[in-house]
C-alpha cells in the first residue's frame, strides 16, 4: 500500500495513501515540486497531518470531501495519477490561507539581494522569462509557477516556491547548460537547475513586482499606480484560476473555498504594502523584457 507523508510550508503536512502498491519515488517528488510550493515527501510518518488524501482503486469514481479528509474513488490502474499534484496543491492552498500565506500564481528570482516577483497569466512567459534571467543575467531562481509569499507590515516576503521547472521538451535545448536533472512527461520536461542557480534567500523582501506578458510586437514599460496594482493583482495572489481541481476523469471537482475572511485580509494586507513596492507592466519580445527586468 501506498502511504506517504509530505511536508509544506509553515509546518503544514499532508498524507497520500492507496490501497494499491505503489511507491511514491523521486520523479513523483520532482512532479510534486512543479505544482506544490514549498512541498517534499519525507521518509517518516507525520501524527494528525493537515491533509489526508486518501485512494480507494474503485470503478465507481467520485470524491468525497469531509473536514481535512479527501477521499478519491477512481481506477489508477498500477500508476499514480497526476490528478495527485493539483490536489494537493488546491488542498494545501487553502490551509495556507487560514495562516494568512498566499500561493501566488507566479516565477520568482533573487536580483540584487531582493526577489522579484513575475507575475502573469498561464503562457504569459513567466518561466521562460526567469530561466533567461537566471541563464544570462546571474538572477537566482526562487520559483517557477508557485510562489508563497506572506506580508509583514509593509514589506512582502517570500516564504516558498516550486523549484521544479516544466517546459515543452522542444525548449530542452535552451537551457540544457543549466539543468541537473530531467525527465519527460506527456509532452513536457520536468527538471531541476544546477545547484548554485537556486536562491538561499528564503523569507527575504519582495523589492518589485512584474506583470509580463511576452509580444513579439510590442514594446511597453508601465508603472502602476497602487490603486490598479491592487486591482490586477489580487486575483493572482488569491489564485482564484487554480483554486478549484478537476479529478476522476471529470467525476468529481475539489472546491477550494477560501477561508472566511482571507478576502478582505488580503486586500488590506496587499494594498499596505503596494504604497511601498513599486509594480511594473511590461510587455514584448524576449530581448526588450529581460532588459527591462534586469535592470529594476
Known sequence: MLNQFFSLPENLSAQVTSNLDLDFGPENNMLLQAYVPGANSVPDQIDEPDIQIIHQESEERKLVHEGTNITIYDQWRGKISFDIYHLLYSASRVKLLEKNMYPVHSSCVESNGGHLLIIGHSGSGKTTTALELVKNDDAKFSSGNKTVVAFDGASMRMIAGTPTVTIRQ???AKYDSIIANCIPYYNRLAFHLNLEKYTQLFRGEIRAVVLLRLHDGLNDFTTLNP??????????????????????????????TPPIGSQERLVKRLQHSLQYIPVYSVTGPMSFVTNVISKL
Open 170 to 172: 522542444s525548449d530542452l
Open 227 to 256: 490603486s490598479s496594482a491592487l486591482h490586477t493583482l489580487y486575483p493572482y495572489f488569491l489564485d482564484t484560476v487554480n483554486a478549484d481541481t478537476i479529478v476522476c476523469n471529470g467525476n468529481g471537482v475539489f472546491v477550494g
